[in-house]
């Protein structure tokens, strides 16, 4: 099992670009998160989705669009990208049932200029 | 609402030394508890978890928690530390219900001193 699988790893854009981050996890969990980590700030949720077909806004939802596109896969779009959007991007996937234990994949990191 | 505090930002050991990491949560019912651990430039990995029973639990690399309502805490240890445990440690508080989201503290920087 590869459990959480994010692409790609490393990204930089121009102010302005549009990019989609890819997320699939292998563990046929129903509830995927997107999380940013920036210093100093923790993890903030983005999007989340509790079952395919469904998604949520978290606390830091603006610029941001996602997609669940079927049980495995979870993208998070950033139509516009803005410096303020340089960060490092965390998927995770969980089992509501199982208190919200989650697992995470490697992180994409992003450098808007 | 649930919330989590870990007081320590930064905490700096010598190898072989103790260590006790302090979590403190709100939560309206019984909590689920999770410690995370991560390591530079990687994602985030459970170390243990509490939902219910035996207040200490054991988790990965010999580390221990335990979990007193009485203080809603929830402090993470480790009888000796290694060079190899210097990371970013995560408390969190998680649901069954609400799509199992997790509320996470901001971390606490663990530096191991040789």
């Known amino acids: 099992n590869a459990g959480v699988t994010q692409t790609p790893k490393f990204q930089v854009l121009k102010t302005g670009q549009s990019m989609t981050l890819q997320c699939a996890q292998d563990?046929?969990?129903?509830?995927m998160y997107w999380y940013r980590q920036d210093p100093g700030m923790g993890l903030r949720l983005i999007y989340y989705s509790a079952s395919e077909g469904t998604t949520d806004k978290g606390e830091v939802p603006n610029g941001y669009n996602v997609s669940r596109l079927n049980k495995r896969e979870f993208s998070l779009r950033l139509e516009s990208a803005a410096p303020s959007q340089t960060s490092v991007y965390f998927c995770?996937?969980?089992?509501?049932?199982?208190?919200?234990?989650?697992?995470f994949g490697p992180g994409t990191r992003l450098t808007v200029t | 609402a649930q919330s989590v505090t870990q007081p320590d930002i930064h905490i700096t050991v010598s190898e072989g030394a103790s260590l006790e990491l302090r979590c403190n949560y709100s939560?309206?019912?019984?909590?689920?508890l999770f410690w995370y651990v991560q390591s530079p430039g990687q994602g985030l990995q459970l170390l243990l978890k509490?939902?219910?029973?035996?207040?200490l639990v054991q988790g990965i690399k010999g580390f221990e928690a335990e979990f007193k309502r009485s203080q809603s805490s929830f402090n993470l240890r480790k009888p000796s530390v290694h060079w190899s445990d210097a990371a970013e440690y995560f408390c969190?508080?998680?649901?069954?219900?609400?799509?199992?989201?997790?509320?996470f503290g901001d971390g606490t920087t663990l530096t191991v001193k040789p």
């Open positions: 563990m046929n969990h129903n509830s």
């Open positions: 969190a508080v998680g649901s069954n219900t609400n799509a199992g989201k997790s509320t």
């Open positions: 939560y309206g019912a019984t909590p689920y």
């Open positions: 995770a996937s969980s089992e509501a049932h199982r208190g919200g234990e989650q697992y």
């Open positions: 509490y939902f219910s029973g035996d207040t």
